[in-house]
Nanobody
Framework: QLQLKESGGAMVQPGGSLRLSCVAS????????IAWFRQSPGKEREGVSC?????????YPDNSVKDRFNITRDNAKNTVYLQLNRLKPQDTGAYFC??????????????????WGQGTQVAVSS
């Protein structure tokens, strides 16, 4: 079964950048739609961005994230990246990647995803 592992989280100052990686454990990764979710302290898990097996990108929940973050995938490396730029304190949280069954499109709802990584922590503070 496909397994996911996130990395790249760290503590940074406001305005800083990070690149999160989500690496999948096996072949066939390119058939999966992959999303990034985050869970900030005291809040529910929310979708941040998603990239389909065809490379179509979706952004949630608002334009402020879209203007600062960028999602890409490298199927040759079984990896999806989430580039975080101009980070703000409200971006603090645990970031998770999730996979949806082969050939399914993006969804902003966590219940629609079948496989999850364990998360990587991002802390934005001065």
């Amino acid at each position: 079964q496909l397994q996911l592992k996130e990395s790249g989280g760290a503590m940074v100052q406001p305005g800083g950048s990070l690149r999160l990686s989500c690496v999948a454990s096996e072949l066939g990764f390119d058939d999966y739609t992959i999303a990034w979710f985050r869970q900030s302290p005291g809040k529910e898990r929310e979708g941040v961005s998603c990239i389909t097996f065809k490379g179509v990108v979706n952004w949630y929940p608002d334009n402020s994230v879209k203007d600062r973050f960028n999602i890409t995938r490298d199927n040759a490396k079984n990896t999806v990246y989430l580039q975080l730029n101009r980070l703000k304190p409200q971006d603090t949280g645990a970031y998770f990647c999730a996979a949806r069954k082969p050939n399914y499109l993006c969804s902003r709802w966590s219940v629609d995803y079948d496989l999850w990584g364990q998360g990587t922590q991002v802390a934005v503070s001065s």
